[in-house]
């Protein structure tokens, strides 16, 4: 069962197939109970280092990277390559309050 905050290689190529040449680390955004459906709601890292307010830093894999949450993309479970791993706490409430600032009235 795919879980809120695991980080997956995901498979981004425009058609899937077995030999995924643009697989980027993302993690899951959308919900637990959304997860059991065929799709799943994620919002890719990156280890640029720019300041927006809808990106989230966070320390994955011994490095500084930043979770994108102004690209966030809806793909088939089936692109869900490989976890490589969870992010903390900390970054999951932080992620909680930028999506409620982003989605707000």
Aim: aromatic share 4%; with cysteine.
């Amino acid at each position: 069962m795919v879980k809120r905050f695991e980080v997956y290689l995901v498979n981004l190529d425009p058609e899937p197939s077995d030999d995924a040449r643009n697989t980027r680390p993302c993690c899951v955004i959308s919900p637990d109970e959304m997860n059991g459906i065929s799709t799943v709601i994620v919002a890719p890292l990156t280890s640029t280092d720019k300041k927006y307010p809808t990106r989230v830093p966070v320390t994955f894999l011994n490095g500084e990277r930043s979770i994108v949450l102004d690209q966030l993309r809806t793909v088939d479970r089936v692109r869900l390559v490989k976890k490589i791993g969870e992010i903390d706490e900390a970054a999951q409430r932080l992620v909680l309050e930028r999506l409620q600032e982003m989605f707000a009235e």
